[in-house]
Nanobody, 113 residues
Framework: QVQLVESGGGLVQAGGSLRLSCAAS??????MGWHRQAPGKQRELVAT???????IYADSVKGRFTISRDNAENTLFLQMNSLKAEDTAVYYC?????????WGQGTQVTVSS
């Protein structure tokens, strides 16, 4: 079992920055990622990173968001710059370990225009 705890969300003005963190209860050998869900919309992929550091980004965040991980600290990060109102959502961390996928409880990001 893996527990994931997100932090770093909040209220920011458009154009501002936030850094999300996701602390895992134990080492993760598989991929980790960030997803988000806006009100009335389906959850969508934001970015993923595998154990070798290879990344994938949604087109909507390319060039603005950066995903990274600290394997020694079992922590995943998402640096979000040039935030837009449409980035407003609950952001969820997930991790793949073996055949299981684990999710955090989410952290709210609100961007005011």
């Amino acid at each position: 079992q893996v527990q994931l705890v997100e932090s770093g969300g909040g209220l920011v003005q458009a154009g501002g920055s936030l850094r999300l963190s996701c602390a895992a209860s134990r080492i993760i050998f598989g991929s980790m990622g960030w997803h988000r869900q806006a009100p009335g919309k389906q959850r969508e992929l934001v970015a993923t990173i595998n154990s070798r550091g290879s990344t994938i980004y949604a087109d909507s965040v390319k060039g603005r968001f950066t995903i990274s991980r600290d394997n020694a600290e079992n922590t995943l990060f998402l640096q979000m710059n040039s935030l837009k109102a449409e980035d407003t959502a609950v952001y969820y961390c997930n991790a793949i370990s073996g055949l299981s996928v684990y999710w955090g409880q989410g952290t709210q990001v609100t961007v005011s225009s």
